[in-house]
């Protein structure tokens, strides 16, 4: 009998911005409680499986140098736990594109963590419930389940607990690049370290940002996006300070660090406006280079195979 190899398969999964990060003191197992409000971001990374004589995964594109092709990349431990789950052998190649920047704050890992595990269900054909993958994306790290529901989400716990949130209408993004990464564990040691001599600003609680949201109104938004760790970040990389505040001389609404860092996300009026500010931005030499993006985008899906 011939046994017909299964047709590559290609996902998506977007980046996020936090608009909202409240971090909770160090509890004793070593993790900070969050509540966070997150978006999906048009910058996406793509996962490409395919038939392989074993699990192998290649990376190209931005900052590829610097990803792991090893069991430390996350879509091995996404491949193998899927498999394992459902009782197959992840014989399989994982081609990852990247366009999110590599430890960017913008959750890249966890984007293609989630392609992978919706690419492997349609290759494997296992028609996975989604509380399964969830269940499966939450082991993975706490960015995964969110990278697998997309649009915008209330996210408490580590991030992982999730609840969706109604936004309206488009909204637009500066994305301004930095030249080093930042370690996210790094990030929050050094909140404490701070949080332990002083007191940083701290987020007050979602309501208004919600509203903001479901309003749909950029100029509502600005004032209220916050994030604890933003101080933690410029702390470790000063020179964002400067790229915070370029951004807002350019004309962008608002800048916010994303998530642990050092990407800075620039909230802007419309289309036009987020042009105009990129252009500012990358003249002025405060970053390694820009994106435009909008927000929200969908999660982790299926998408033509661009081959
Ligand atoms: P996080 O908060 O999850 O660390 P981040 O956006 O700051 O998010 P990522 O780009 O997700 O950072 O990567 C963080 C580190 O994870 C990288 O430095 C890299 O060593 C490792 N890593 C593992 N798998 C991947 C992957 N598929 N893409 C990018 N980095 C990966």
């Known amino acids: ?10 996902a998506g999964a977007p980046a996020k911005v936090n608009l909202h990060l409240a971090v909770g003191d160090l509890r004793a197992d070593g993790f900070h409680e969050l509540r966070t409000v997150y978006q999906a971001l048009s910058l ?12 192998t995964v290649t990376v190209r594109g931005e900052g590829a140098a610097q990803v792991p092709t090893d069991r430390n990349n996350l879509v091995w431990k996404a ?24 430890a960017g704050g913008l959750a890249g890992g966890s984007a293609d963590a989630a392609a992978t595990l919706v690419a492997l269900d349609a290759f494997w054909r296992l028609d996975s419930s989604r509380a399964d993958l969830v269940a499966i994306a939450a082991e993975l790290g706490s960015d995964v389940p969110f990278a697998l529901h997309g649009g915008t989400a209330y996210g408490t716990g580590r991030g992982e607990n999730l609840l969706p949130v109604l936004a ?7 994305l ?4 080093d990464g930042l370690s996210t564990p790094r990030v929050f040691d050094e909140l404490d370290r701070l949080r332990a001599h002083a007191a940083p600003p701290r987020c007050g609680d979602a309501e208004e940002l919600l509203q903001a949201l479901a309003a749909g109104d950029p100029a509502r938004l600005a004032p209220l996006l916050g994030n604890d760790l933003q101080a933690a970040a ?26 642990s860092g ?36 969908p999660g982790a899906r299926v998408v033509a195979d661009a081959g």
């Open 262 to 297: 050092p990407t800075c996300a620039f909230l802007c009026a419309d289309h036009d406006s987020a042009i105009e500010v990129s252009a500012e931005l990358s003249g002025a030499g405060v970053c390694r280079g820009v994106r435009l993006a909008t927000s929200p985008a």
């Open 176 to 179: 301004a690049l930095a030249r």
């Open 168 to 174: 309206r209408d488009t909204f637009h993004w500066v």
């Open 1 to 10: 009998m011939l046994s017909v190899v299964p047709p590559p398969v290609t």
């Open 44 to 55: 996406s990374d793509r996962v490409r499986v395919q038939a392989a004589p074993a699990l």
């Open 234 to 259: 410029v702390s470790l990389q000063p020179e964002l300070r400067r790229t915070l505040r370029a951004g807002v001389d350019a004309g962008a609404l608002a800048g916010v660090v994303s998530g």
């Open 79 to 102: 491949a193998t736990r899927l498999a394992h789950k459902a009782g197959m052998t992840p014989s399989v190649e994982i081609a990852i594109e990247k366009a999110v920047p590599v």
